[in-house]
T-cell receptor, first 111, second 113 residues
């Protein structure tokens, strides 16, 4: 089975940097995804990590350490529109690659 | 976008009635999933399909059944709805490749009174 932990809620100021952590325990690992979900909307894909290190995509970056079972999503130059839930999902290796989701982190950006 | 359409988008019904939710995709993705999303629980997998007529259970499958008679359609049925099944239901699809993300429909808000 898998266990994925994220903080429930975070707040930050417009223009700042915020780091959202995700820790996981799994019997096999085959990739980690971050999704963004605005209230009342569908989740949308942000980033994918399968190897250790940092993946940068504009204002968003995602980091992975497989040995520590740890990832973070880094959001720079925060904007009000970044207020959303951020979901971490892990695919196991071996057999099916069905992803398991964490409970999500609700980020509130205030002026 | 994967072109995923869920119907209906909203439904209110009574306890004990059958309910069917439909997911239609236009991208020929092999895998299709049904999730429910509740406050404090995140996305929980109900059932998934890895091909026509090939389905399997997720972590919260009790009280739900699914069918996939065509690649593009995945139906979720609540045989006898209960108030605990009030939730937002999301359909998702992907290619089945481990490095590919899931694409989500806009969700169905289901209320069971």
């Amino acid at each position: 089975g898998q266990n994925i932990d994220q903080p429930t809620e975070m707040t930050a100021t417009e223009g700042a940097i915020v780091q959202i952590n995700c820790t996981y325990q799994t019997s096999g690992f085959n990739g980690l995804f971050w999704y963004q979900q605005h209230a009342g909307e569908a989740p949308t894909f942000l980033s994918y990590n399968v190897l250790d290190g940092l993946e940068e995509k504009g204002r968003f970056s995602s980091f992975l350490s497989r040995s520590k079972g740890y990832s973070y999503l880094l959001l720079k130059e925060l904007q009000m529109k970044d207020s959303a839930s951020y979901l971490c999902a892990v695919r196991q290796s071996g057999g099916s690659y069905i992803p398991t989701f964490g409970r999500g982190t609700s980020l509130i950006v205030h002026p | 976008d994967a072109g995923i359409t869920q119907s209906p988008r909203h439904k209110v019904t009574e306890t004990g009635t059958p309910v069917t939710l439909r997911c239609h995709q236009t991208e020929n993705h092999r895998y299709m999933y049904w999730y429910r999303q509740d406050p404090g629980h995140g996305l929980r997998l109900i059932h998934y399909s890895y091909g026509v007529k090939d389905t399997d259970k997720g972590e919260v499958s009790d009280g739900y059944s699914v069918s996939r008679s065509k690649t593009e359609d995945f139906l979720l049925t609540l045989e006898s709805a209960t108030s605990s099944q009030t939730s937002v239901y999301f359909c998702a699809t992907d290619t089945g490749d481990s490095n590919q993300p899931q694409h989500f429909g806009d969700g169905t808000r289901l209320s069971i009174l």
